[in-house]
């Protein structure tokens, strides 16, 4: 590990004024991933500002909206009365990641900046485009059992590790930021991003920007909701695939849904076309089959990973049918 | 009536407080006056030579002592001289592997030390290289040496021509034995050639033998302290080249040196289970007798050493069979040499065999535990020997009855309900019933308590917690009373921990020093008029003595060469297994064993549940990932290896036959440290093959494989 300076702040304003003030600057929450990566070599900053005395952990019902400080702990989120009636789906995803020790000190803001878990962004004696521009990917003719089978590049083909952003995504949350210029408002559909030609970028979040809190409207699905990860361990495991599924019911019918899939894409990845194919029909196994087959178009599998081909569309049907009978 | 005391399950490990409170100190936590910190620097290139070293740098980063590497020779006499097949470190600018040392950074602090590590920079002559044993294999001009001689019964090949046969092939991929503790040494080298280590080893005299021999100083010279260990699994059966390192390096600076490594660094240079190829044949009568087993391996090994191990031994003589053959070839390729890890080639080849069984059951459409106990051999076929006992017939129906064998359908998938799938599994591990030479000593004092001492390890069996029962059921002494010292290379010699040897090794020698301790006190009370059964103390306190001293070395008779001596368990397996996702969930296991009396019952539980668990891991989730193109490693951290968690475990039942069998020993206990893991690979994947109709010859079982 290489030398850094370390600063503590209690404000999010200072906080921004000192990320402005130096460029290799980074903000410390929970540091289960930043550490790791910086014991790694993969980074180096030479500042990590300290913001987990900032007072950004709130989690309180403001309006039709539910305000998640960036700050809360993924633990307290996942414990809160207010999700686990409200926005239960939120609840089961925070769940499912890491391991309870890792979701005591993981924030909220430091789960959706997480990076990819590719063995070969971690090894620096290989090529990663997203970690070193320009050396070429390891992964895309080679181990890539865990990687993404939407909207690839031929730069980059990881996948963003989070169970909870996959949630939160699925429940339109919106992500607030400070900015120099005062707040800006992003959904979260447009946080993350695809890899493209940029793979070292994983999201829209300005390098002078600071997240604040998310932003999840109420909504209907509480009652019918699910979160199915599959994985090669019962816990602590990544997603192989994952899935999101909220259904409004009204008998049989499907008066509202929400689909999001992890585990497939560099980006949480919302199933549209299914959702649409579904909203007014019924919610019955050959309908979720017919959505599934929706959601796999432009799916591509790169050898170790084809199995998602057929794992992706049976987790949907799966994860529908789970929410369908949670009533 | 000692004879028939029954060791209930409130006798707790002796250290058990000790561990779960953080009063248990281990190797890394001794902290030395003068303590330095090494570093490695390791090879990123998989074979070639270094063609240069820039250690400038590092030399000049803050808080350095020094930087040892094949540049500057750091001294070791035995290295000066040629060949020798261990890897000599420091003393050659060959690279055979990618992770090896090629340096150690010393430096006064840890954080020091890892930041100057990073400044060395080497530059290599790159070498064509293979990491990947299916590609050797299919290589015909790839080196494969013989790893055990052939072996043949009657015909070669019979199953070929059998009324019904199998023939098929299972591969396991490299398992890597993590346990939680980081390997590594603190080396504290003083004048006049005094060496003391702190050491994470199975084996503290092996520890011991291995530095005098390395650096020719008397073995008098060397002291080596384990006393505990956080686990082993067989990777700390040797003194590894990393630990010659840092001696080497405390010798040159004159102070001593604290080495830990990564956990990255725990999947290349400390040994891995070999990835492994077998085919097996197999052939039986058309009512399910067996008349050919054909069993041939091939196991990874390194190009600077040759790894062998048992894969193909079971197949010899677990079953009634006129005619075996069986080959075991070991293949280098250009990785860190492998080691034993639990079960080791035997729990290899237990994949291998019991799946195949049971696919040559299902082929004869009979019950794979009837056809087990059908070929259920009366007598060693291999060695023309009696067993010395073997009650797995009645194991057989014991651990059918706990795991509701009864409800298994023969036919594959007939268990369904909504998207899951119930299958059954059930699958035989058996080990040699080892039995080393051991010294034990015995201190019997006035105050009433037994101090025993042995050079033998902990590696998490219970070692002190079974000698304390052995030892308490011979004297009468509560084992509160009873110490048993261990982890010291100062104390009487015992070989190191492995091979599931120790109960049945030091707990002989154990047994010897309380029978003559007995016999001593049973003289003096004669000697000074007492009543035989005068309690030891008074015996002593009459006689003015504050204590007595026994030592006594022991081992096996001739009763060795006339019985064939082996321990068994039998796993049976209840899956559920979901049929859109792959998922595997374990119900139930059931693990009997079979190795003669439990002198520890609440620590042979734990071992049989501990072996089952590395089993689930071998079967379900274990698997060490390289990328070929670059002999690296892709998964070689915790979140990405994964053993199993805590959820992926069911309800565990042990059962044990607990009958003793005298010919092994006087306890009539067997070891159960290998058996406890080995075959269960097999019972899971035959109780998927039952749940689903898949049968997945290669492990670990992983959902895309069940889709696939």
């Given at each position: 590990m290489i030398n850094f300076q370390y600063l503590r702040t209690t404000t999010a304003k200072s906080a921004l004024t000192l990320l402005q003030k130096d460029k290799n600057a980074k903000f410390l929450g929970g540091g289960t991933n930043l550490i790791d990566l910086m014991k790694r070599g993969v980074t180096a900053p030479e500042k990590l500002i300290d913001?987990?005395?900032?007072?950004?952990?709130q989690i309180e019902l403001v309006g039709s909206k539910i305000h998640i400080g960036a700050m809360a702990t993924n633990t307290a989120v996942a414990e809160h009365p207010l999700i686990q009636e409200k926005l239960p789906l939120l609840s089961w995803a925070l769940n499912a990641g890491a391991s309870a020790q890792l979701r005591n000190v993981a924030t909220v803001g430091g789960n959706m900046m997480q990076r990819t878990r590719c063995g070969y962004f971690y090894d620096t004696e290989m090529p990663c485009n997203k970690r070193?521009?320009?050396?070429?990917?390891?992964?895309?003719?080679?181990?890539?059992?865990?990687?993404?089978?939407?909207?690839?590049s031929d730069k980059c083909i990881a996948v963003h590790p989070s169970d909870m952003c996959i949630a939160l995504v699925a429940l339109d949350a919106e992500v607030v930021l400070a900015t120099p210029k005062g707040e800006r408002k992003i959904l979260f559909k447009d946080f993350h991003r695809l890899a493209?030609?940029?793979?070292?970028?994983?999201?829209?979040?300005?390098?002078d920007e600071m997240i604040v809190r998310v932003e999840v409207p109420l909504n209907n699905f509480a009652k019918n909701a699910y979160y199915l990860k599959v994985r090669d361990?019962?816990?602590y495991a990544f997603a192989l695939v994952s899935v999101a599924a909220g259904l409004e019911l009204q008998g049989n019918k499907i008066v509202n849904v929400r689909l999001a899939m992890g585990g497939v894409a560099h980006k949480p990845w919302r199933l549209t076309s299914a959702e649409d194919f579904l909203?007014?029909?019924?919610?019955?196994t050959e309908n979720f089959e017919q959505a599934a087959k929706l959601s796999m178009t432009g799916a591509k599998g790169f050898g170790e990973n084809d199995f998602k081909l057929t794992l992706a569309p049976n987790t949907i049907i799966e994860a529908l049918n789970l929410a369908k009978s949670k009533a | 009536m000692m004879e028939n005391r029954i060791l209930k399950d409130?006798?707790?490990?002796?250290d058990g407080f000790l561990k779960v409170t953080g009063g248990a100190k281990y190797f890394a936590e001794y902290e030395l006056p003068g303590l330095t910190y090494g570093v490695l620097v390791t090879s990123?290139?998989?074979?070639?030579?270094?063609?240069s070293l820039n250690t400038k740098e590092a030399e000049k980063?803050?808080?350095?002592i020094a930087v040892l590497s094949h540049l500057n020779k750091p001294s070791a006499p035995a290295y000066e001289?040629?060949?020798?097949?261990?890897m000599k470190i420091f003393y050659t600018?060959?690279?055979?592997?990618?992770?090896?040392?090629?340096a150690i950074v010393v430096a006064n602090t840890f954080e020091r030390a890892t930041y100057a590590a990073s400044l060395v920079k080497a530059t290599y002559a790159k070498e064509a290289f293979n990491t990947d044993l299916e590609k050797a294999l299919k290589d015909t001009k790839a080196k494969k040496l013989q790893g055990q001689p052939d072996y043949k019964r009657?015909?070669?090949?019979?199953?070929?021509?059998?009324e019904v046969k199998i023939e098929q092939e299972y591969v396991l991929p490299i398992e890597t034995h993590n346990p939680m503790e980081l390997h590594g040494i603190i080396a504290d080298w003083r004048p006049a050639n005094k060496v003391t280590v702190y050491a994470k080893t199975q084996g503290v005299k092996a520890t011991q033998g291995t530095i005098a021999n390395v650096f020719?100083?008397?073995?008098?010279?060397i002291q080596v302290n384990s006393e505990?260990?956080?686990?082993g699994f067989g990777m700390a059966l040797r003194t590894w080249p990393l630990e010659i390192a840092t001696v080497m390096a405390s010798k040159h600076i004159g102070k001593p040196v604290k080495l830990v490594i990564t956990r990255m660094q725990m999947f290349t240079?400390?040994?891995?289970?070999p990835a492994a190829i077998q085919k097996v044949g197999l052939g039986a009568t058309?009512?399910?007798?067996?008349?050919g087993i054909t069993h041939k391996a091939f196991g990874e090994s390194s190009t600077y050493e040759n790894f062998t191990e048992?894969?193909?031994?079971?197949?010899?003589?677990?079953y009634q069979c006129d005619n075996v053959n069986t080959s075991y070839t070991i293949v280098p390729v250009d990785l860190g040499v492998p080691i034993w890890m639990r079960g080791p080639g035997e729990a290899t080849g237990a994949f291998a065999l019991e799946s195949a069984i049971d696919e040559l059951a299902h082929e004869l459409d009979m019950d794979p535990l009837d056809f087990r106990i059908k070929n259920?051999?009366?007598?060693?076929q291999q060695k023309n020997k009696p067993f010395s006992s073997k009650n797995l017939k009645e194991a057989y129906k014991l651990g059918a009855d706990k795991i509701g064998?009864?409800?298994?359908?023969?036919?594959?998938?007939s268990l369904v309900e909504g998207s899951w799938k119930t299958g059954y599994g059930v699958s035989v591990g058996v080990f040699n019933a080892n039995r080393g030479k051991a010294s034990v000593k015995g201190i019997l004092k006035a105050d009433g308590t037994l101090v025993l001492q042995s050079a033998t390890s902990d590696i998490g069996p219970g070692t002190g917690t079974g000698m304390g029962l052995i030892a308490s059921k011979l004297l009468?002494?509560?084992?509160?009373k009873i110490t048993f010292e261990l982890g010291?290379?100062?104390l009487p010699p015992a070989p190191s921990?492995?091979?599931?040897?120790t109960l049945s090794t030091i707990g002989s020698a154990v047994n010897d020093v309380c029978v003559a301790l007995k016999s001593t006190i049973a003289e003096l009370a004669a000697n000074s008029n007492m009543?035989?059964?005068?309690?030891f103390v008074d015996v002593l306190k009459k006689n003015n003595l504050p204590s007595i001293e026994v030592t006594k070395e022991s081992q096996s008779g001739k009763e060795r060469d006339s019985y064939s001596m082996y321990s068994f368990s039998i796993h049976f397996v209840q899956v559920k297994v979901h049929s859109l996702t792959g998922v595997v969930k374990i119900s139930k296991i059931v693990s009997v064993g079979?190795?003669?009396?439990?002198?520890s019952p609440k620590t042979a539980r734990s071992q049989m549940v501990g072996g089952a668990v590395g089993g689930i891991g071998m079967a379900l989730t274990e698997e060490s990932i390289l990328d070929h193109r670059y002999?690296?490693?892709?998964?070689?951290?915790f979140a990405d290896y994964h053993v199993p968690v805590n959820a992926d475990v069911p309800e565990i039942e042990v059962i044990f036959i607990?009958?003793?069998?005298?010919l092994v020993n006087p306890m009539g206990a067997k070891g159960m440290g290998e058996i406890a893991l080995i075959g269960f690979s097999a019972a899971l994947a035959n109780a998927v093959f039952n749940a689903t109709g898949k049968r997945i010859?290669?492990?670990?079982?992983?959902p895309d494989k069940i889709l696939a």
């Open positions: 913001i987990n005395h900032v007072p950004l952990k070193e521009a320009g050396s070429g990917c390891g992964a895309i003719d080679g181990f890539n059992r865990m990687h993404a089978i939407f909207g690839t493209g030609d940029t793979p070292q970028l994983d999201n829209n979040l300005k390098a361990r019962a816990s909203k007014g029909k019924e919610a019955t | 409130e006798n707790d490990r002796v990123t290139i998989t074979k070639g030579k270094i063609t980063a803050p808080g350095v001289q040629e060949g020798g097949s261990p600018d060959k690279i055979f592997y990618n992770g090896q040392p090629i009657g015909t070669e090949n019979a199953y070929k021509t059998a020719k100083i008397p073995i008098e010279n505990f260990v956080g686990g240079m400390v040994g891995n289970r058309k009512d399910g007798k067996l008349t048992g894969v193909v031994n079971m197949a010899k003589f677990m259920d051999p009366e007598m060693d064998w009864s409800k298994r359908k023969n036919k594959p998938g009468n002494i509560p084992t509160s010291d290379s100062s921990q492995g091979g599931s040897a009543d035989a059964t005068s309690k079979d190795s003669g009396k439990i002198v002999g690296r490693y892709i998964n070689n951290n607990d009958k003793p069998d005298y010859r290669k492990l670990p079982i992983t």
